[in-house]
């Protein structure tokens, strides 16, 4: 069993930058993917990025989002710079452990354990 908490969200100007943290419980975190998804108002629940084996990250965040993670700490981060009005949501952190692979997947329903979310609003 592992429980995620979100932190760090906030309203910023567009061109801003934010740092996201999740922090998990559990004594096994080096061993799950673990990504951070996102959901706007009326929109489905999309991937932003993950890190297992690789890191990956979903193009409309590419080249201004990083994920990293502290295995000492049990904690993932997602900085984020650049941000536009388009990456306002509710930004959720999730973990997926697997006996066959971490390679990072990009489906929600992939992932078991979800933190509460927490609110990003991007103002132009």
């Known amino acids: 069993q592992v429980q995620l908490a979100e932190s760090g969200g906030g309203l910023v100007q567009a061109g801003g930058s934010l740092r996201l943290c999740c922090a998990a419980?559990?004594?096994?975190?080096?061993?799950?993917?673990m990504g951070w998804f996102r959901q706007a108002p009326g929109k489905d629940r999309e991937f932003v990025a993950g890190s297992g084996s690789n890191t990956y990250y979903a193009d409309s965040v590419k080249g201004r989002f990083a994920i990293s993670r502290d295995n000492a700490k049990n904690t993932v981060y997602l900085q984020m710079n650049s941000l536009k009005p388009e990456d306002t949501a509710i930004y959720y952190c999730?973990?997926?452990?697997?006996?066959?692979?971490?390679?990072?997947?990009?489906?929600?329903?992939?992932?078991?354990?979800w933190g509460q979310g927490t609110q990003v609003t991007v103002s132009s």
């Open positions: 419980s559990g004594r096994t975190f080096s061993s799950y993917t």
């Open positions: 999730a973990a997926r452990l697997s006996r066959v692979s971490r390679v990072v997947v990009t489906s929600w329903s992939d992932y078991t354990y």
